[in-house]
């Protein structure tokens, strides 16, 4: 079965002002050239440090951003070539859920007219009483009661607004969500049960998602495969298991040793492999393999080609040392 979604050498560059001195501008390459599918029902985890360009590919894919180059197919159709006034349709069927629950909910607005507002966008209601029912309907899916519909956001805690930003997502009933690390701004002991009402859901209503997360520990569970990131490419992409039993890239490898073992014992012999200096800016990213300045294995082929994005069998590297 053809995927769901299909994102072709996608590139999202920012013009941004050269300096205090400078005329000239120069250019962010968030994301630059990265492809990948998602089947219908799967979860990718799409993985990396902060500034990796993992949120902005997320927005470039549901179009919030327009890309630089590249494709994006949504179930056979090319977003991108869709005029603008022609996304309304698919803007139902693609929805987001953001990472900060206190700044993407309205602190004017009732929680009850946040989760009506997209039924009242795509004209889901046929009457107010089938509005309400609906939003009632919605605040119950996720764990909240239909006393809750009058309340503000800030009457309620992270977890919570996290809930009432999950029941604005699924009102319009969408096949695709791009969840936009929805767990990272909410306390450890929340964080579980959120992700458990997110997979509930997809099991429910067979929904697929792109799960953005800064840290390989966050998808571990909640992916059926991984994409790592790092200064807008991706590097490695394999399926969950797989990823961590046998990590090619060293990148992966390092994020992979960070996390610490449950098991006392095993966790005693962890090696774990150093990270040295800071991602170098995506305005001016290194000639080559852009991990290089950062890795311990570089070559000299390393500082004179990008590395190709090589297929070891369902688990693709960008990496020389792998053939
Ligand atoms: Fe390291 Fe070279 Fe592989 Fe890049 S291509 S990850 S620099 S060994």
Redesign the pocket.
């Known amino acids: 079965m053809a995927p769901l979604i299909e994102v072709r050498n996608l590139k999202k560059y920012f013009a941004i002002d050269g300096g205090l001195f400078s005329r000239t501008r120069a250019l962010l390459k968030a994301v630059d050239d990265i492809s990948f599918t998602i089947d219908r029902g799967e979860t990718l985890g799409l993985v990396g440090e902060s500034g990796c360009g993992k949120t902005t590919a997320g927005r470039t894919i549901c179009r919030l951003y327009e890309p630089t180059a590249g494709s994006v197919t949504f179930d056979g159709v090319p977003i991108y070539s869709l005029p603008p006034s022609e996304m309304l349709p698919l803007r139902r069927r693609i929805q987001m859920i953001f990472q900060d629950p206190y700044a993407s909910l309205n602190p004017r607005m009732t929680v009850g007219d946040i989760v009506g507002e997209p039924i009242d966008i795509h004209g889901l209601a046929q009457s107010k009483q089938e509005r309400l029912e609906m939003v009632h309907e919605l605040l119950h899916t996720v764990g909240l009661s239909p006393e809750h519909a009058t309340r503000f956001p800030h009457e309620f805690s992270g977890g919570q607004r996290q809930r009432i930003g999950v029941a604005r997502a699924l009102a319009v009933e969408p096949e695709f969500i791009i969840c936009d690390e929805p767990i990272s701004a909410l306390d450890v002991s929340i964080q579980a049960q959120v992700i458990n009402m997110l997979e509930e859901l997809q099991e429910k209503r067979k929904l697929t998602y792109l799960f953005i997360a800064h840290d390989l520990a966050m998808v571990k569970h909640t992916s059926h495969r991984i994409a790592v990131m790092y200064l807008g490419k991706i590097v490695e992409l394999a399926g969950s298991a797989e990823l961590y039993k046998n990590p090619q890239?060293?990148?992966t490898q390092a994020l992979l040793s960070a996390i610490p073992i449950p098991d006392p014992d095993v966790e005693a012999e962890r090696q774990r492999i150093i990270l040295e200096g800071d991602v170098p800016s995506p305005i001016d990213p290194p000639i080559g393999?852009r991990?290089?300045t950062r890795?311990k294995?570089?070559?000299k082929i390393?500082s004179e080609q990008d590395?190709e994005f090589v297929n070891l069998g369902d688990h693709y590297v960008a990496?020389?040392?792998v053939k």
């Open positions: 890239h060293p990148y393999c991990f290089r890795c294995m570089a070559k390393c590395p990496c020389h040392l």
